[in-house]
Nanobody, 124 residues
Framework: QVQLVESGGGLVQAAGSLRLSCEAP????????MGWFRQAPGKVREFVAA????????YYADFVKGRLTISRDNAKNTVYLLMNSLKPEDTAVFYC?????????????????WGQGTQVTVSS
């Protein structure tokens, strides 16, 4: 069982910042693209950002609009999501996921492994 472990969530005021981390087993991390999704209460899980296995390509949902940055450190088996200018509507559980694919990374069905999620709450 492959386990992805997210951390870094919490409560932050609007316009604040958070950096989420997700650590994956070393045996798979460097070969997998990594993505972040989020799920707000009463809503479906939606794509946030993804990064290729090499880190050379990144992809973002339209709503990100430059506020979020995905990155990875293959030496540490960790992917990050830096979130700036947070808004109350960003409140959600954020999940990281690993995909063997190089395309269709905005689709949850492309991912093989998922973390348990970390709660992000943005107060107004």
């Amino acid at each position: 069982q492959v386990q992805l472990v997210e951390s870094g969530g919490g409560l932050v005021q609007a316009a604040g910042s958070l950096r989420l981390s997700c650590e994956a087993p070393g045996g798979i991390f460097s070969r997998y693209a990594m993505g972040w999704f989020r799920q707000a209460p009463g809503k479906v899980r939606e794509f946030v950002a993804a990064i290729s296995w090499s880190g050379e390509k990144s992809y973002y949902a339209d709503f990100v609009k430059g506020r979020l940055t995905i990155s990875r450190d293959n030496a540490k088996n960790t992917v990050y999501l830096l979130m700036n200018s947070l808004k109350p509507e960003d409140t959600a559980v954020f999940y990281c996921a690993a995909s063997i694919y190089v395309d269709y990374l905005a689709h949850a069905s492309s991912y093989d492994y998922w973390g348990q999620g970390t709660q992000v709450t943005v107060s107004s």
